[in-house]
């Protein structure tokens, strides 16, 4: 279902009114500043609530335009199959990134620090979940300007470090994070990594999955190491192959994977990525004491 609804053209978004007039809100997201203006009260009283630990203003802050779509959804729920993928579609005019899925379409210019999105009239898909991935996406892209990366991947603190695990949807993520002994969870679905002054670091951001034990944990962690990782009777690590790590982090960059031939920065910084934190295998079991291996390497 990925990309195949075409997102409507920047200009549709022009005389589209403001869905509310509530205050501006403003949400730190692993650094990045983001300022949603346009919200209505419900809305941004449930926005508010679920971002309340990242209520704070980040770098750069993003201006985002909160619109009323005037139309009860972009796609329906009878346009897709019961247990077809989520339907979001990505597609570009110009520099600006269109985005489209459910509740929701928008535009992104990273360049200029902004954005808009329309929100349809009916939660099929709740607007806040539409509010969320819109800002993915958003995140996602800026990570890729500064040389960063957002990975569907598990990440977690032990001892000042930031560890990340990749895998796809299935690969056990969640399980990892939900039986590791150590360590403290920054998240089981998505996890930033942000270039910092030529180093790499791993940011807490409010993009868990279904982790909910602990409290959100805010801040950047120099990285102890990236894993892709394996469900297995025991615990082991293997090495990656050095011409295969690319392609599995590649795998692993949501929101970007497929626009490889278009921006030529995404290759070389997961490259880069790479050469300074060695992508390895970890095949894990259930005991959550995989980190006797990490610490044997």
């Not at 919200?39 to 508010?48: I, M, P, Q, V």
């Not at 993928?85 to 990134?97: D, F, I, Q, R």
């Not at 949807?169 to 939900?178: D, N, Q, R, Y």
């Not at 409010?206 to 009777?233: D, E, M």
Request: net charge neutral.
């Amino acid at each position: 279902m990925l990309n195949r609804f075409r997102p409507p053209a920047r200009a549709a978004f022009t005389a589209l009114p403001l869905r509310g007039k509530a205050a501006p809100l403003e949400v730190d997201i692993g650094g990045f500043g983001f300022r949603l203006e346009g919200l209505d009260t419900d809305l941004s009283e449930r926005l508010g609530a679920r971002y309340e630990a990242f209520a704070q203003r980040g770098d750069h802050p993003f201006d985002l335009r909160c619109l009323d779509a005037q139309v009860d959804c972009f796609v329906s729920s009878d346009q897709v199959p019961a247990g077809a993928p989520h339907p979001l579609s990505l597609a570009w005019e110009g520099e600006t990134l269109l985005v489209l899925s459910f509740g929701f379409a928008g535009w992104v210019d990273v360049a200029k620090n902004r954005g808009a999105i329309a929100l349809g009239r009916k939660e099929f898909e709740k607007a806040e979940w539409c509010v969320e991935n819109y800002l993915r996406v958003c995140t996602a892209w800026r990570a890729v300007d500064e040389g960063g990366v957002l990975l569907h991947g598990a990440s977690l603190v032990r001892q000042g470090r930031g560890y990340v695990f990749v895998g796809a949807s299935g690969s056990g993520k969640s399980t990892l994070a939900e039986t590791s002994k150590e360590g403290e969870v920054l998240s089981d679905d998505l996890t930033l990594v942000r270039r910092e002054s030529g180093t790499y670091v791993v940011h807490g951001t409010p993009f868990r999955g279904t982790y909910t034990r602990g409290t959100p944990i805010l801040g950047g962690f120099p990285i102890g190491g990236i894993f892709r990782i394996f469900q297995s009777a025991d615990n082991r690590l293997e090495p990656c192959p050095r011409h295969h790590a690319v392609a599995d982090l590649l795998a692993a960059s949501p929101f970007v994977v497929d626009h490889v031939a278009r921006d030529a920065r995404i290759l070389p910084a997961l490259k880069s990525l790479d050469v300074a934190h060695p992508l390895a295998y970890l095949h894990f079991n259930l005991q959550g004491d995989f980190w006797k291996v990490l610490d044997g390497r």
